[in-house]
């Protein structure tokens, strides 16, 4: 909140010399006679009334004062500042205004209360018979709202991760990290998260929450774990002369593999009359549309990427139609 009237200005004339010496700030310390202690939390919507009623979650806050005797002079302040006395405005804070002035109360708003509206705000009353004040302590809770995060990472398997979260708020937010799977368990309670030796089990989509009594702001990290090819043991395939065969290679690994298909030792390729190969994401598909004599033997699927290789053999063999094997 901007503050005016900085150093106690001489306030307007006519109010009593015991009201003059209430708003100084030394007598002010010494004639306060209740302190309530409020807590308001800021947020997008609501209201809330300080005074004899509880808090509630607010944008704005009321500060009602009840004044009771024939009352002469009647101000609102904060700090060091006079923000209304009586129904002249003293603060340039558009955010503040007066929301009721007569016999029974006196009372003002401020807007979109913030970290700076936090503190003391006093009514100070001068009657018939002598001046008093009552107080109230405004305490603003914030949100949590998360400010640093590490990016998405690409990681080869084996590395060591270090993941950071850190979050702004008040209460000061607990940060905590889990891993989004089905178990759900908190693989933190920190701000760092700390993954040694990553396996590639341990990929995935972390979750960093940060909780206060307010609210809870939640962000996301994935982590790719890279790995060489690991390849699915080969089945062997018996197919009749002139019939159609498929030999079926799979890999796991990422990022994906390339394949690439031997007979024996030479490689084979899919533009060959009668061949075709189909690779789609892990899975590879060596088909022959019309298996000939030359076609059988032994075949070997070689799976590739970045970090290594991994390969299996199969055997297309002939049978006949009854299934026996073709020698």
């Given at each position: 909140m ?7 200005e ?13 708003l ?29 009623s ?37 603060s ?30 006093v009514?100070?009353?001068q ?32 590395s ?24 759900g ?27 206060n ?9 994935d ?15 018996g ?24 007979k024996?030792?030479r ?24 298996v ?18 991994s ?17």
């Amino acid at each position: 909140m901007k503050e005016v009237k900085q150093n106690w200005e001489p306030v307007p004339h006519g109010w009593s010399p015991a009201f003059r010496k209430l708003l100084h700030p030394l007598g002010l310390g010494r004639l306060i006679q209740s302190v309530d202690h409020r807590r308001v939390k800021t947020c997008s919507t609501g209201y809330a009334q300080l005074g004899k009623s509880d808090v509630e979650v607010c944008v704005s806050v009321c500060f009602r004062c009840a004044q009771g005797d024939v009352v002469t002079h009647t101000a609102w302040l904060n700090r060091s500042s006079i923000l209304y006395a009586g129904e002249d405005k003293w603060s340039v804070d558009p955010r503040v205004s007066l929301v009721t002035l007569n016999q029974d109360e006196f009372t003002i708003k401020i807007e979109s209360v913030d970290m700076a509206d936090e503190g003391q705000y006093v009514c100070a009353v001068q009657t018939s018979s002598r001046p008093r004040t009552t107080s109230v302590h405004i305490l603003v809770q914030v949100p949590p709202k998360i400010i640093n995060l590490s990016k998405d990472l690409v990681v080869n398997e084996g590395s060591n991760v270090t993941l950071m979260c850190s979050a702004s708020g008040k209460p000061e937010p607990s940060i905590s990290w889990r891993l989004i799977s089905a178990s759900g368990d908190v693989a933190s309670d920190d701000e760092y998260l700390e993954i040694p030796s990553i396996s590639r089990q341990r990929a995935g989509t972390y979750e960093c929450s940060a909780v206060n009594d307010i609210d809870t702001d939640v962000r996301t990290v994935d982590i790719t774990v890279n790995y060489a090819p690991s390849v699915s043991e080969g089945r062997d395939v018996g197919v009749t002369l002139g019939q159609r065969g498929v030999l079926e290679c799979e890999a796991d690994a990422v990022p994906e593999a390339d394949f690439e298909w031997y007979k024996d030792d030479r490689r084979v390729f899919g533009d060959f009359d009668g061949l075709e190969i189909v690779t789609s994401g892990s899975l590879s598909r060596l088909t022959f549309f019309n298996v000939s004599d030359g076609d059988y033997g032994n075949y070997t699927c070689v799976a590739i990427n970045k970090l290594g290789s991994s390969n299996t053999s199969f055997l297309l063999y002939g049978e006949r139609i009854t299934g026996s094997a073709l020698i």
